[in-house]
């Protein structure tokens, strides 16, 4: 029996598990995430609540880690570039939203794991084989199709476009560069600094928050919003550990992907409905893209150093 088929590598086996551990967070997450706001607890009172579940993944993996957090220039440079891509993202998409349909926003700002791959291929020198490749422009064509909703009129592209764009450029851009701390850096570091950043911009949250409406206190509101938002918290832990043994071009776009397909799994399940046209099309691809993905041996191509 060839044992080499039918076994992963420590490495590869990693890389897979935080993989697919951050996109079952995530999944879920995304199940519940919206029911908060739909209780009358704001989206910018949401973030504020996420910023604060950043803290115990983070003192949890400082504390295994001796509470070492590098402080050199370049770790600092880092980290917060990476905690502020995300925070930062999340800004913006509170006022894309508003200016904007979310059902054309957010199938933009999925396909943010294209900037990311072609980034990893043409400066982290990343290669993937045949069923790698496969997989990943599979999961780049699932992606939009989750919340894709054909309208009859045609759309004015105002300043929701351009804010949208810019988010998908942050995020797309977070993912490279956790990837590219991680050749220098501790991944509790990374995390540490992303925990920062998302607390800093805690003020700007509050400030973008319209007190004078009425807010839920009760606990479908913060208590629900903890419950769920911890997951994210923990899935941005799961997703730098990925990015630490796995490769950028690979790890993204099954995430991307993943993460979608679960959450829109769960949603059906609830709902007990059967979803048709492009959502049923962005199940089944995503289901393949994670296939190819998960089969692809880890010497598919060069990876850097």
């Not at 991944?187 to 928050?209: C, D, G, N, Q, R």
């Amino acid at each position: 029996m060839n044992t080499t088929t039918l076994s992963m590598t420590p490495r590869r086996a990693g890389w897979l598990m935080y993989t697919l551990a951050t996109t079952l967070l995530w999944g879920v997450w995304g199940a519940f995430a919206g029911l908060p706001s739909q209780h009358g607890f704001p989206e910018t009172l949401i973030y504020v609540v996420w910023a604060l579940t950043m803290v115990p993944p983070a003192l949890f993996v400082l504390a295994r880690s001796g509470w070492r957090v590098r402080r050199d220039s370049r770790s600092i440079a880092y980290g917060l570039t990476i905690g502020v891509l995300g925070a930062g993202g999340q800004m913006v998409l509170f006022y894309a939203v508003k200016a904007g349909p979310a059902y054309l926003i957010f199938p933009m700002i999925s396909l943010s794991p294209v900037l990311t791959i072609v980034l990893s291929f043409l400066f982290l020198r990343e290669r993937t084989g045949a069923m790698g490749i496969a997989g990943i422009l599979l999961a780049i064509c699932a992606l939009p199709l989750f919340d894709y909703a054909p309208q009859g009129s045609p759309q004015q592209y105002g300043l929701w476009f351009v804010l949208a764009l810019g988010v998908l450029v942050a995020w797309g851009l977070q993912a490279y560069f956790i990837k590219l701390a991680n050749a220098s850096m501790d991944a509790e570091s990374i995390f540490f600094y992303m925990t920062l950043s998302a607390l800093i911009f805690i003020p700007v949250a509050l400030a973008m928050t319209d007190f004078s409406q009425p807010i839920n206190y009760g606990p479908s509101g913060p208590l629900l919003a903890a419950v769920t938002q911890i997951l994210n918290a923990v899935g941005a832990l799961t997703l730098v550990y990925a990015f630490r043994h796995g490769k950028a071009l690979m790890v993204s776009p099954l995430v991307n992907a993943g993460a979608p397909l679960l959450t829109t799994m769960i949603a059906m399940a609830l709902a007990s409905t059967v979803p048709t046209g492009y959502r049923l099309a962005g199940i089944v691809l995503s289901l393949a893209a994670a296939l190819l993905l998960a089969l692809q041996p880890d010497d598919g191509g060069v990876e850097s150093t």
